[in-house]
């Protein structure tokens, strides 16, 4: 069973960086899109940033484009979210997810992944 588990949240003050981890439990890991998502309280899961199975393209939100990096690593399955100049805005429940299909491209929308790790906490304090 594939297994998605993410690390790394917590709280920060603004202007301060994190970085998000997700461990994919998964022989096949590098065949698949990745994507990070997050979700704030009374706020539908917007779609944040996204990596191809190589990762030679990425894709981001217009609200965190230049401030997060995603990126991966398929010889140890993990994939990254660096995030800096966070605002509290930025604040939410982040999860990783992995692409329904081993597509070229990444999904942009949460319809596009089937497996969903638990979720990390981020809060940016002012």
């Known amino acids: 069973q594939v297994q998605l588990v993410e690390s790394g949240g917590g709280l920060v003050q603004a202007g301060g960086s994190l970085r998000l981890s997700c461990a994919v439990s998964?022989?096949?890991?590098?065949?698949?899109?990745m994507g990070w998502f997050r979700q704030a309280p009374g706020k539908e899961r917007e779609f944040v940033a996204a990596?191809?199975?190589?990762?030679?393209?990425?894709y981001y939100a217009d609200s965190v484009k230049g401030r997060f990096t995603i990126s991966r690593d398929n010889a140890e399955n993990f994939v990254y979210l660096q995030m800096d100049s966070l605002k509290p805005e930025d604040t939410a429940l982040y999860y990783c997810?992995?692409?329904?299909?081993?597509?070229?491209?990444?999904?942009?929308?949460?319809?596009?992944?089937?497996?969903w790790g638990q979720g990390t906490q981020v809060t940016v304090s002012s």
């Open positions: 997810a992995r692409a329904s299909l081993p597509i070229v491209d990444a999904p942009r929308q949460s319809s596009g992944y089937s497996m």
């Open positions: 998964q022989r096949t890991f590098s065949s698949f899109s």
């Open positions: 990596i191809t199975s190589g990762g030679r393209y990425t």
